[in-house]
């Protein structure tokens, strides 16, 4: 088992240095991410929708690109010019933390992203001629049941009020992915560690540290299959072995 921290070299990738495309690297996993991309020898373009932000990406190591996703052609364009070999779609729109009094709102909010700014992305990387897709999906949207939940047990589409649009939103995300030759989903557990809204505890289940959660974005880079990856720790909620046996998956993986 890979120890819980990072060394500089543990993801050199002999022979191979892609393009990629990261939607999102000023976000919580972003951030986390675009070393682990760099020090793997990866090129990686990474977006934000704020000029002011941009040097924040760079100093990450990316290439910044401001672009909105939600603005289609001004999307197409920027992924056509980075020209990349795989786009990583890790875009989250959820500004209110959960117990305050606009969180709904900021579910709305991420529903659209998820809806309409992941298909803009498909689009995006289908006109570039890209094949794989990486996206950021969530685990704990499964309908109820005994046992863990693994890959192929259904969503919660049963869902009423701000969980049906969560739900909705992951469904239509999912399948806009999934339409690309190389379309990989990655669902999240419950995010804690730095700069997420519970950096010193994890507070649900199934739960996944952020670090953990970059790594298996970078793993599947270069592994994994066209489907979909649980991807959490081992609490009984979720089986994330898929991803250990086809990426290598370490939950136990700190920065």
């Known amino acids: 088992m890979r120890p819980p921290y990072w ?3 543990d993801f050199k990738v ?6 990629i495309f990261l939607a999102g ?3 919580a996993i972003g951030r986390r991410l675009t070393p682990l991309l760099r020090a793997a020898g990866h090129t990686v373009a990474g977006t934000t929708r704020s000029k002011d932000k ?9 290439e910044p690109v401001v672009v909105d996703v939600f603005d289609a052609q001004a999307l197409a364009r920027a992924v056509k010019a980075a020209a990349p070999q795989v786009l990583m779609h890790q875009l989250t729109d959820l500004p209110f933390a959960p117990g305050t009094p606009r969180y709904d709102e900021g579910l709305e909010r991420n529903a659209r992203l998820r809806i309409e700014g992941t298909r803009n992305l498909a689009n995006a990387a289908k006109a570039a001629g890209v094949r794989r897709m990486i996206t950021q999906s969530i685990a704990f949207v499964y309908a109820l049941g ?12 049963a869902a009423t009020g701000a969980r049906k649009r969560t739900v909705d939103g992951v469904i239509a995300l999912e399948q806009a992915t999934l339409e690309l030759p190389e379309g990989i989903v990655l669902r999240y557990g419950y995010l804690y560690g730095p700069g997420t809204w519970y950096p010193n505890e994890k507070r649900a289940k199934p739960a996944l540290h952020v670090d953990a959660a970059a790594q298996a974005a970078l793993l599947t880079v270069s592994k994994g299959k066209h489907g979909i990856y649980n991807i959490a720790e081992d609490d009984g909620v979720i089986s994330s072995e898929k991803a250990k046996h086809d990426l290598g998956f370490d939950a136990e993986f700190r920065i």
């Open 7 to 9: 060394a500089k070299d």
């Open 14 to 19: 002999s022979g191979i240095s892609m393009k």
């Open 25 to 27: 690297a000023g976000g």
């Open 54 to 62: 941009a040097a924040a990406i760079a100093t990450l190591g990316a």
């Open 146 to 157: 005994d046992g863990t939940r693994v890959e192929t047990d259904a969503l919660d589409v």
